[in-house]
């Protein structure tokens, strides 16, 4: 059973208000460009793959601090329930806000969906903006009248098996390894783990980068291009 603590964030790392409506402003894509200059993880890691669907784009970015856990579809609960709901409500209510659920189904085959109308209210209520999972999810009429942002494989019609397994541990969705206090950045490319050591820093880096970009996408459009100009403005890597 998982213990409740709060997630894995020092308190000087949380960034303020401000801090965050400037991150939200930048699109998912340029904040991985901008966490490449960092070099401080492996490009292959830190962000979703294919099969993410962000279903409600209209929102802008969904940005915060994961509250993690492990639900399962595929499979009736143990009689004996693993861990305790109300124990699951209270971490998350306790974690740092602003928080994105962030939750990983463990079926092969997700046969039904956890997040619907009822559970997007409850995490309302517990003061998570959205959750990202590898499940499905349901009732899409009704959860675009909230402001609870989706992320999710696919939908399904009925909640099956759906019940939770575990929480406030590491988790995998869409090849993205997730851990609690992880501060995730969303929109409707996929997702992107923020290092927390250097959230403060990427905004400025993302800057840069688009000035960078918008001078070549300015050549591409004026009368002096070249390859060879072209050539000078693009990095050996790419």
């Not at 709901?85 to 189904?105: C, F, G, L, N």
């Not at 499905?136 to 999710?152: K, Q």
């Not at 390894?177 to 969303?186: E, K, S």
Request: proline residues 5%; hydrophobic residues 40%.
């Amino acid at each position: 059973m998982s213990a409740i603590s709060m997630p894995v964030v020092s308190p000087d790392e949380i960034l303020t208000p401000d801090e965050f409506e400037i991150l939200r402003k930048i699109s998912s894509p340029t904040v991985a460009n901008a966490i490449e200059t960092f070099d401080v993880r492996p490009r292959g890691e830190g962000y979703t793959n294919i099969g993410v669907q962000c279903f409600f784009p209209e929102r802008g970015a969904l940005l915060g601090y994961a509250c993690t856990a492990m639900i399962h579809s595929g499979q009736p609960a143990a009689s004996k329930r693993l861990v305790s709901r109300t124990d699951y409500w209270e971490y998350v209510s306790r974690a740092p806000y602003p928080k994105v659920s962030v939750v990983q189904d463990l079926s092969a085959v997700p046969l039904g969906a956890y997040f619907g109308e009822v559970n997007a209210n409850i995490h309302l209520a517990l003061g998570s903006q959205g959750v990202i999972t590898n499940g499905t999810v349901r009732d899409l009429d009704e959860v675009r009248r909230t402001n609870f942002s989706v992320f999710a494989s696919g939908v399904s019609v009925s909640h099956g098996y759906a019940h939770l397994e575990d929480f406030n541990r590491s988790v995998t969705v869409f090849g993205m390894m997730v851990r609690p206090g992880d501060l995730i950045h969303a929109d409707q490319h996929g997702a992107v783990i923020i290092p927390n050591a250097i959230a403060r820093e990427v905004a400025t880096a993302a800057r840069e980068l688009e000035l960078a970009e918008r001078e070549m996408i300015g050549l591409c459009k004026s009368d002096a291009f070249s390859i060879a100009e072209l050539d000078k403005l693009i990095s050996p890597e790419y």
